[in-house]
Every structure is written in structure tokens, then in C-alpha cells.
């Protein structure tokens, strides 16, 4: 995964870091805030399931830049976890069904949160993410939102976005479904994203199926 950036974000109050128990380095400016976030991932039953297995674990750092009245750093710690599935496609078996659970510290200061993350919509996740879907197909244009489902997730009742797209899999073009969740949980910000060949309607169930499973903190 590669998420990296300084974003300056406006608190609209001062004063608010000495409320901060035990940043005082953070609240003096002579150091980073640094919070981690707790890796999301699906149930090793859910993949033997599915058939999906594990592509990529990464634990990166976002660098962020608050304004709380003065400026002060942020380092984040973000937990990507990316799973692939070989499907056929052209009649071939290539690695073409994808699902990612990251998770992303949703640090606040007085009910404000700072993550940027926070701020997004459902496409605007998308854009961002989409990247940790990778294979033997090319990237996915022409994404246009769907539907909205909803279905149970980490003890609760969440939205689902569904959104299709084009790709191209050896110079044909495959239309591509997704599905997108974005949540609070536990003190960190969920993103889960699937991604599979439209016309595979069992993919579709099976990154329901993933979406389901989850468990946060792993």
C-alpha cells in the first residue's frame, strides 16, 4: 500500500492541546503525535470459504499536519490487509477477485476528527484505494455507482456501495464489479473493498461473505 501525505487541517479553536492527556511533546511541538491503528482482517474460515488467500500485509505511516491553533505532526499508523482469488476470465485462470481491510486511526481532538479519511465519499474512497486491486487486469475506469446495500458488519448494520467499472484483462475489455464499506469501529476508521469480474455472481456473494467475517482488532 502506498498512502502518504501532509494535509493541513483547520481545528477552528485553540487552546484544545493541553486537553490532550499524555501528548506533551505532542501539545509543546517537540514531537509527532504517533497512534496506531488495530488490523481488520476477514476469518481464516471465511477465506477457506470463499477460496480467497492472503496477497499482501503492510503496516505503512501516514504523516499528517493539524492545525489546532498552531500547527503540530501526526504519525499514523495503517494496517492494509489484501486478499486475491484466481477466476477464469477469457478462458483463462487469473488472479481476478480481490478484497482489502484497512484500517486507519480516526485521531480527534474534542469530537473532531483529523483523519482526512473522515472527510471522503464513497468514490472518493474508492479513487483512493482502488490501487490495492491488482493483478493480470489493468486498472479500473469508467466507475459509476450502482446501488446502495446493507448488511451486518462488525456487530452492526452497514451501507454497502456498489459500484462497477472497466478494466482490461490481455488487451479485452472486463467489466468489473465492486463493493466499498467505510465505517467507525473500535476507534479506527474500516475501509473494505472487493472487487471481482462482473458476470462471476458467486464472487459477488463471496465478498459478502469476507465483508461479514471481518474481525477488528485482529
Known amino acids: 500500500m502506498t498512502y502518504s ?6 481545528a477552528g479553536a485553540t487552546g484544545v492541546l493541553a486537553l490532550t492527556a499524555g501528548c ?5 511541538g517537540n514531537g509527532p503525535l504517533e497512534l496506531e491503528s488495530e488490523r481488520v482482517a476477514p476469518t481464516t474460515t471465511a477465506l477457506e470459504e470463499t477460496g480467497y488467500e492472503e496477497h499482501e500485509v503492510t503496516q505503512e505511516t501516514i504523516e499528517e499536519t493539524v492545525d489546532v491553533g498552531v500547527e503540530r505532526d501526526v ?11 484466481r477466476v477464469e476470465q ?15 486511526p480516526d485521531f480527534s481532538i474534542l469530537g473532531r476528527s483529523f483523519n482526512p479519511i473522515t472527510e471522503m465519499s464513497n468514490e472518493e474512497l474508492l479513487n483512493e484505494f482502488v490501487d490495492q486491486l491488482d493483478g493480470d487486469q489493468s ?7 450502482q ?7 462488525l456487530g452492526d448494520e452497514r451501507e454497502v456501495e456498489v459500484f462497477e467499472g472497466e478494466s482490461e484483462v490481455a488487451g ?3 467489466d468489473v464489479e465492486i463493493k466499498l464499506a467505510s465505517f467507525s469501529h473500535e476507534d479506527d476508521l474500516i475501509v473494505l473493498l472487493g472487487s471481482y469480474p462482473a458476470p462471476l455472481a458467486e464472487e459477488s456473494a463471496n465478498v459478502e461473505v469476507l465483508m461479514e467475517s471481518v474481525e477488528h482488532p485482529v
Open 75 to 85: 504519525h499514523a499508523s495503517v494496517w492494509s490487509s489484501v486478499y486475491s482469488k
Open 147 to 153: 446501488e446502495t446495500i446493507s448488511f451486518e458488519i
Open 90 to 104: 477469457l478462458g483463462q485462470e487469473r488472479d481476478g477477485a480481490f478484497f482489502a481491510a484497512v484500517s486507519i
Open 24 to 28: 506533551l511533546d505532542f501539545t509543546l
Open 139 to 145: 486498472g479500473i475506469d469508467n466507475i459509476a455507482h
Open 5 to 10: 501525505r501532509r494535509t493541513v487541517l483547520a
Open 172 to 174: 479485452e475489455p472486463v
